[in-house]
């Protein structure tokens, strides 16, 4: 071999020795890197999932609440129709009860007529 050639060949080796360090160096940052941003994904999704989560609640308790809203306004519908219905039944009940007290008039006069 020539020095040409013996001088090719160390720097070859030089090139390929620091190379192969650098690239486990490398090797360990990309890892770690890699590392780093699925920690940062997880974390991430970790948080979407958690305001996914806190919409679906805020949407189940809107829903509940619209339910319950509906529920109450049905009730005071309810009792005020009962109400009025109540009312009306009374309003029957007393003219019926004036109808009979004219009757029973009505019966009492015809009976002293015929007495007289």
Known sequence: ???????????????TSSVGAQS???SELAEEDEWTAIQKFN??????????????????RKLIRGELDKQLKEKKERGA????????????????VML??????EKM??????IM
């Open 43 to 60: 974390t991430l999704l970790h948080y979407e999932e958690q305001k996914q989560q806190m919409m679906r609640e805020q949407e189940r």
């Open 100 to 105: 009979l007290g004219q009757r029973e008039q």
């Open 1 to 15: 071999m020539s020095i040409r050639s013996q001088k090719r060949a160390a720097d070859t080796y030089s090139v």
């Open 81 to 96: 129709r009962e109400l009025e219905e109540r009312r009306a039944y009374e309003a029957l009940q007393s003219e019926h």
């Open 24 to 26: 486990e160096v490398f």
């Open 109 to 114: 006069t015809q009976h002293r007529e015929k």
